[in-house]
């Protein structure tokens, strides 16, 4: 994860290509940084601001709600420290393979069925088409597959000859592997799948030399939660995100 060390703003195309919004994304840390961020949108004419605020900075947030914010989720962050025990050999996972071009499409399709309805922030915020919420996390498999600044692995899970499982990672510094985005396809869930992927993860993070590996979710996202803790990931931090509207 990018570990954010002061207040930041920019636009994000992101929103435009995928709601026909124009926004701003911005880490803040200060009250003060509500009144800035307002100047920033007004001057680009931005219609949307996504804030995102650590949870321990609880006089922040407040500012930005009585500014007329809203609290749209909570991200929380979890860690495992790889140089303490040590990872156990994991049962074969042969099955679970880095992505190949031709195989692009048929992640596209676990991530369009796995994510249909999830509840991120974008789905918490009614004034944006969910239809289009979900289609974010289907296209951020998919320019993960291909794009480094997205992903630097992508692994899938094979169940005979049907993908029915992936996960995305990302080397954010030497130290570093971030476990980014994961899904797994309905009909085949409650078979371990996400656990076995979760291993996988980790035994990347080891085999490039990382000394860290991280995760994040939806705070109420429990049962994924429950997954990393058995193996061996502790809670680090937490992030608040909200939407603010401008001329709507």
Same mark, same amino acid.
């Given at each position: 994860?990018?570990?954010?060390?002061?207040?930041?703003?920019?636009?994000?195309?992101?929103?435009?290509?995928?709601?026909?919004?124009?926004?701003?994304?911005?880490?803040?840390?200060?009250?003060?940084?509500?009144? +800035?961020?307002?100047?920033?949108?007004?001057?680009?004419? #931005?219609?949307?601001?996504?804030?995102?605020?650590?949870?321990?900075?609880?006089?922040? !947030?407040?500012?930005?709600?009585?500014? $007329?914010?809203?609290?749209?989720?909570?991200?929380?962050?979890?860690?495992?420290?790889?140089?303490?025990?040590?990872?156990?050999?994991?049962?074969?996972?042969?099955?679970?393979?880095?992505?190949?071009?031709?195989?692009?499409?048929?992640?596209?399709?676990?991530?369009?069925?796995?994510?249909?309805?999830?509840? +991120? *922030?974008? *789905?918490?915020?009614?004034?944006?088409?969910? %239809?289009?919420?979900?289609?974010?996390?289907?296209?951020?498999?998919?320019?993960? #597959?291909?794009?480094?600044?997205?992903?630097?692995?992508?692994?899938?899970?094979?169940?005979?000859?049907?993908? !029915?499982?992936?996960?995305?990672?990302?080397?954010?510094?030497?130290?570093?592997?971030?476990?980014?985005?994961? $899904?797994?396809?309905?009909?085949?869930?409650?078979?371990?799948?996400?656990?076995?992927?979760?291993?996988?993860?980790? *035994?990347?993070?080891?085999?490039?030399?990382? %000394?860290? #590996?991280?995760?994040?979710?939806?705070?109420?996202?429990?049962?994924?939660?429950?997954?990393?803790?058995?193996? +061996?990931?502790?809670?680090?931090?937490?992030?608040?995100?909200?939407?603010?509207?401008?001329?709507?």
């Amino acid at each position: 994860m990018k570990r954010e060390t002061q207040s930041s703003i920019e636009e994000s195309p992101l929103e435009l290509e995928r709601f026909r919004v124009r926004a701003a994304r911005a880490f803040a840390l200060t009250p003060d940084d509500a009144a +800035g961020f307002d100047r920033f949108c007004a001057e680009r004419k #931005c219609e949307l601001l996504v804030v995102r605020c650590p949870t321990t900075q609880m006089n922040t !947030v407040q500012a930005f709600e009585d500014g $007329g914010a809203r609290m749209m989720d909570c991200l929380v962050y979890y860690q495992r420290d790889l140089r303490k025990n040590p990872l156990s050999e994991p049962d074969t996972l042969d099955w679970i393979r880095a992505v190949v071009p031709s195989e692009v499409p048929a992640v596209a399709t676990v991530a369009a069925t796995a994510f249909e309805g999830y509840f +991120g *922030h974008y *789905h918490a915020d009614e004034r944006l088409d969910r %239809s289009a919420a979900d289609e974010t996390y289907r296209d951020w498999a998919v320019r993960s #597959c291909g794009d480094p600044v997205f992903a630097d692995r992508v692994y899938a899970a094979w169940d005979g000859d049907d993908v !029915v499982g992936f996960a995305t990672l990302k080397r954010n510094s030497p130290e570093e592997g971030e476990a980014v985005l994961f $899904g797994v396809a309905p009909r085949a869930q409650g078979r371990g799948i996400y656990n076995a992927l979760i291993v996988k993860a980790l *035994h990347w993070a080891v085999e490039i030399g990382a %000394s860290r #590996c991280t995760l994040s979710t939806q705070i109420s996202n429990v049962a994924v939660q429950k997954v990393w803790v058995r193996n +061996g990931f502790e809670p680090m931090i937490s992030y608040f995100t909200l939407h603010k509207w401008y001329g709507r």
